[in-house]
């Protein structure tokens, strides 16, 4: 819960159920209904720590050993291919920081 006093946008949704009121920074949602009241807490939703597309597919190749082709079907990768993509994945951590136990 906040400490300080957050003032709320005074448009909202709603249906006969619930309703939900945004902060005006958007780390805050109040959803209310049923005789309760509900603040979350949104920030850990901020997508501005998301690594590059590219990253996320070398990643998910090292740890399935797969590529999926342009015909969308998964291909095996060989020994040579998971290595260099181990390899891209190792530095493109490096570069952002990023420690891990590749």
């Known amino acids: 819960m906040p400490t300080e006093r957050l003032f709320w946008e005074p448009c909202f949704c709603w249906n006969t159920m619930r309703s939900l009121v945004l902060s005006p920074d ?8 049923n005789q309760a009241l509900h603040v979350v807490n949104l920030t850990p939703l901020d997508t501005t720590d ?11 190749e090292v740890f399935s050993h797969r590529r999926i082709m342009e015909n969308a079907a998964p ?28």
């Open 50 to 60: 998301i690594p590059p597309a590219k990253d996320l597919i070398t990643e998910a």
């Open 75 to 102: 291909a095996n990768l060989t020994f040579d291919e998971w290595y260099r993509c181990w390899q891209r994945l190792r530095a493109a951590r490096a570069e952002s920081g990023v420690t891990s136990a590749f």
């Open 26 to 33: 958007g780390r805050f949602a109040a959803v209310g209904g």
